[in-house]
């Protein structure tokens, strides 16, 4: 008898429909989750605490979450005023981000203080959350909305999700094409999206980009904020100077590359005056943009993304003109000597820039006026990241570098810099000063200055391999209510003072070590060999001569040397973009006379350079090949 009593109860629950419920979501109750505007109170005749009244604009929104035990259909309906002189104001309803009715209607009520309720629409909803979200088709923009009821069964008003936006783009609508899924207009977040990429024939895929990266064609991720993602295609046979090394070849701490071109996909052009490098340096396209010559003023020179700024000579000199990187990617400034610049930095990277590479520049003033009369020689700030400084000579000089435009900017907490092969003398401090953000500081030689490295505000600076001489304190964590970290390896500090914690460990995400020198080695290496024509003792020996006959020439050129001493010498030809094209020599040579030939078959025509190195100095030199 129990068990038959038992069958025809679980059969009448079995066979009974699911009574449907309403749930009502107020403003600032669970389940309301946005207004593209506000919830105010001075219209009366609302029911809860207040009513949601969007902006005026095509667009403005509204948006409630709910959660469906099982698929089902509910029946949806809101609580409204539209007093306006507009008459009805029609809205598009999406449920996670996918349009379900194109127009529901919001009558005219008359007044605002009129409160209806509108007809029911009728629609399908998924297991789990439900973002439903209508959106204004009038310049007006939405009713004041009081509340919206659903009604249905096994649904519940559900705490909100962030939602937001992704945008997939390419740099070169000729590269190839992108696509993504699942295709929506908004996303929760922690929501999975697969990324694609594919090269059309000629360019190849080289990495995602913006605010998520990686060197996967097809990539898979979890979206937690606005994103962007940039697929960048290049021209087959691209490829980066492979003197570039450090944080400016990639874009994130796994060590996703980037490659850095400068202008070297687009044309190669001569400026003389500011005017002519202001007038290239800004526009879109890419650029390689050489100087030769020495150019006097105090204006600003603006760089835009995807430029070369090349100093063909040691006469290509900006005095009183402040370089600024702002808001740009992909940059390289070589071979160019900047002095004198005030009240501004002789070079400023600001405006959240990424990838740039500073290489082989002398940097200077002087320290006849007081420490407040020049700003720094080379400034990075405001987010700015993915930094090589490179072969640098930065001399005379009171405040240096500083990384971190001051004790606040947390968010500078994104810089990553790299600072190798540099030499700083007669310099009094900041060489660099960093706060919160990460660097790696390797073979720079330091001689005859104040302090050097602070690490401030939580930074992490790896300091390896450098040479300091004559310097009052080489590593210090000061000037800061925070103090910053060190790591430090192998480096030479003589008489130095040294601050050795609180310590971090770096862990650096490029290859390097190909390109490390001994520690005891660097004042011989930099200091002959910081920057084009810059020299230990200032000057190249005096009876050194280099030249080439025929220049111009078309086919072959004859480069003629004399040798005071007997010594090692490397011979190599670089192309417009500092790129080694040939090596004529490498070995040891004795003192006197030398004649080289050199013949170009298969390069095309253009500015090249010929440059010597040697145990003590280097030297170039500028040929111009006719084709």
Same mark, same amino acid.
């Given at each position: 008898?129990?068990?038959?009593?038992?069958?025809?109860?679980?059969?009448?629950?079995?066979?009974?429909?699911?009574?449907?419920?309403?749930?009502?979501?107020?403003?600032?109750?669970?389940?309301?989750?946005?207004?593209?505007?506000?919830?105010?109170?001075?219209?009366?005749?609302?029911?809860?605490?207040?009513?949601?009244?969007?902006?005026?604009?095509?667009?403005?929104?509204?948006?409630?979450?709910?959660?469906?035990?099982?698929?089902?259909?509910?029946?949806?309906?809101?609580?409204?005023?539209?007093?306006?002189?507009?008459?009805?104001?029609?809205?598009?309803?999406?449920?996670?981000?996918?349009?379900?009715?194109?127009?529901?209607?919001?009558?005219?009520?008359?007044?605002?203080?009129?409160?209806?309720?509108?007809?029911?629409?009728?629609?399908?909803?998924?297991?789990?959350?439900?973002?439903?979200?209508?959106?204004?088709?009038?310049?007006?923009?939405?009713?004041?909305?009081?509340?919206?009821?659903?009604?249905?069964?096994?649904?519940?008003?559900?705490?909100?999700?962030?939602?937001?936006?992704?945008?997939?783009?390419?740099?070169?609508?000729?590269?190839?094409?992108?696509?993504?899924?699942?295709?929506?207009?908004?996303?929760?977040?922690?929501?999975?999206?697969?990324?694609?990429?594919?090269?059309?024939?000629?360019?190849?895929?080289?990495?995602?980009?913006?605010?998520?990266?990686?060197?996967?064609?097809?990539?898979?991720?979890?979206?937690?904020?606005?994103?962007?993602?940039?697929?960048?295609?290049?021209?087959?046979?691209?490829?980066?100077?492979?003197?570039?090394?450090?944080?400016?070849?990639?874009?994130?701490?796994?060590?996703?590359?980037?490659?850095?071109?400068?202008?070297?996909?687009?044309?190669?052009?001569?400026?003389?005056?500011?005017?002519?490098?202001?007038?290239?340096?800004?526009?879109?396209?890419?650029?390689?943009?050489?100087?030769?010559?020495?150019?006097?003023?105090?204006?600003?020179?603006?760089?835009?993304?995807?430029?070369?700024?090349?100093?063909?000579?040691?006469?290509?000199?900006?005095?009183?003109?402040?370089?600024?990187?702002?808001?740009?990617?992909?940059?390289?400034?070589?071979?160019?000597?900047?002095?004198?610049?005030?009240?501004?930095?002789?070079?400023?990277?600001?405006?959240?820039?990424?990838?740039?590479?500073?290489?082989?520049?002398?940097?200077?003033?002087?320290?006849?006026?007081?420490?407040?009369? &020049?700003?720094?020689? +080379? #400034?990075?700030? @405001? =987010?700015?990241?993915? %930094?090589?400084?490179?072969?640098? $000579?930065?001399?005379?000089?009171?405040?240096?570098?500083?990384?971190?435009?001051?004790?606040?900017?947390?968010?500078?907490?994104?810089?990553?810099?790299?600072?190798?092969?540099?030499?700083?003398?007669?310099?009094?401090?900041?060489?660099?000063?960093?706060?919160?953000?990460?660097?790696?500081?390797?073979?720079?030689?330091?001689?005859?200055?104040?302090?050097?490295?602070?690490?401030?505000?939580?930074?992490?600076?790896?300091?390896?391999?450098?040479?300091?001489?004559?310097?009052?304190?080489?590593?210090?964590?000061?000037?800061?209510?925070?103090?910053?970290?060190?790591?430090?390896?192998?480096?030479?500090?003589?008489?130095?003072?040294?601050?050795?914690?609180?310590?971090?460990?770096?862990?650096?995400?490029?290859? &390097?070590?190909?390109? +490390? #020198?001994?520690? @005891? =080695?660097?004042?011989? %290496?930099?200091?002959?060999?910081? $920057?084009?024509?810059?020299?230990?003792?200032?000057?190249?020996?005096?009876?050194?001569?280099?030249?080439?006959?025929?220049?111009?020439?078309?086919?072959?050129?004859?480069?003629?040397?004399?040798?005071?001493?007997?010594?090692?010498?490397?011979?190599?030809?670089?192309?417009?973009?500092?790129?080694?094209?040939?090596?004529?020599?490498?070995?040891?040579?004795?003192?006197?006379?030398?004649?080289?030939?050199?013949?170009?078959?298969?390069?095309?025509?253009?500015?090249?350079?010929?440059?010597?190195?040697?145990?003590?100095?280097?030297?170039?030199?500028?040929?111009?090949?006719?084709?």
């Amino acid at each position: 008898m129990i068990k038959i009593l038992l069958l025809i109860v679980l059969f009448t629950l079995a066979t009974t429909p699911l009574i449907a419920q309403e749930v009502i979501i107020q403003e600032n109750e669970t389940g309301f989750c946005s207004v593209d505007g506000a919830v105010m109170t001075s219209v009366a005749g609302y029911t809860g605490s207040g009513y949601a009244d969007t902006d005026r604009g095509v667009g403005k929104s509204m948006s409630w979450n709910v959660k469906a035990v099982s698929p089902g259909t509910v029946s949806i309906t809101w609580r409204y005023g539209n007093g306006g002189g507009s008459g009805d104001r029609p809205a598009r309803l999406k449920i996670n981000g996918v349009t379900i009715i194109e127009s529901v209607n919001f009558p005219h009520t008359g007044t605002w203080t009129n409160w209806l309720e509108n007809d029911p629409v009728k629609v399908d909803l998924f297991t789990g959350n439900n973002k439903i979200r209508i959106e204004a088709h009038s310049v007006d923009g939405l009713v004041n909305v009081d509340y919206i009821k659903i009604t249905g069964t096994g649904v519940a008003a559900s705490e909100c999700l962030p939602s937001y936006s992704l945008t997939v783009n390419r740099n070169d609508e000729a590269g190839g094409t992108v696509s993504f899924e699942p295709v929506q207009e908004l996303y929760d977040e922690g929501t999975e999206i697969t990324l694609r990429a594919h090269a059309s024939p000629g360019y190849f895929f080289q990495s995602w980009s913006g605010d998520v990266t990686s060197a996967d064609s097809v990539f898979t991720f979890a979206i937690q904020r606005n994103t962007v993602a940039t697929a960048i295609f290049l021209p087959e046979g691209t490829v980066m100077d492979p003197n570039i090394i450090g944080y400016a070849t990639i874009q994130d701490d796994e060590g996703t590359p980037y490659l850095v071109t400068g202008g070297a996909l687009g044309d190669t052009v001569a400026a003389e005056s500011y005017e002519e490098l202001q007038d290239y340096l800004a526009r879109p396209e890419p650029y390689v943009v050489t100087l030769s010559n020495k150019i006097v003023g105090t204006q600003d020179l603006k760089v835009s993304s995807h430029k070369t700024l090349l100093g063909l000579t040691d006469t290509a000199h900006l005095q009183g003109i402040e370089v600024e990187i702002n808001g740009a990617r992909n940059v390289i400034v070589r071979n160019m000597k900047i002095s004198h610049v005030t009240p501004a930095d002789a070079i400023v990277i600001t405006g959240k820039s990424q990838n740039i590479w500073i290489d082989h520049c002398e940097l200077f003033s002087d320290r006849d006026h007081g420490q407040d009369y &020049y700003d720094g020689l +080379l #400034d990075i700030k @405001n =987010e700015s990241s993915f %930094i090589t400084v490179s072969w640098c $000579v930065f001399h005379d000089h009171f405040k240096t570098s500083l990384i971190s435009s001051g004790d606040q900017a947390v968010a500078d907490s994104v810089i990553r810099a790299t600072w190798h092969h540099n030499y700083f003398y007669n310099c009094d401090s900041r060489l660099p000063s960093i706060r919160f953000g990460k660097a790696h500081v390797f073979n720079n030689y330091f001689k005859n200055c104040v302090s050097a490295i602070n690490s401030r505000m939580g930074a992490c600076v790896r300091v390896e391999r450098n040479y300091f001489h004559n310097v009052g304190t080489a590593v210090m964590m000061a000037n800061s209510p925070e103090k910053g970290s060190v790591e430090l390896i192998d480096n030479f500090f003589g008489t130095s003072g040294v601050s050795t914690s609180p310590t971090c460990q770096l862990d650096v995400p490029y290859p &390097y070590e190909e390109f +490390l #020198d001994e520690t @005891n =080695e660097l004042p011989l %290496i930099i200091a002959g060999e910081a $920057v084009a024509a810059v020299y230990a003792d200032g000057e190249p020996p005096r009876l050194f001569s280099m030249s080439n006959y025929p220049n111009p020439f078309n086919a072959g050129t004859s480069i003629t040397f004399t040798l005071p001493l007997a010594e090692h010498v490397r011979l190599t030809i670089l192309n417009i973009l500092g790129q080694e094209v040939a090596v004529l020599v490498d070995k040891k040579i004795d003192s006197g006379q030398h004649t080289i030939h050199w013949d170009a078959d298969g390069l095309g025509g253009g500015i090249y350079l010929y440059r010597m190195r040697t145990d003590r100095f280097v030297e170039s030199r500028k040929m111009i090949l006719l084709k």
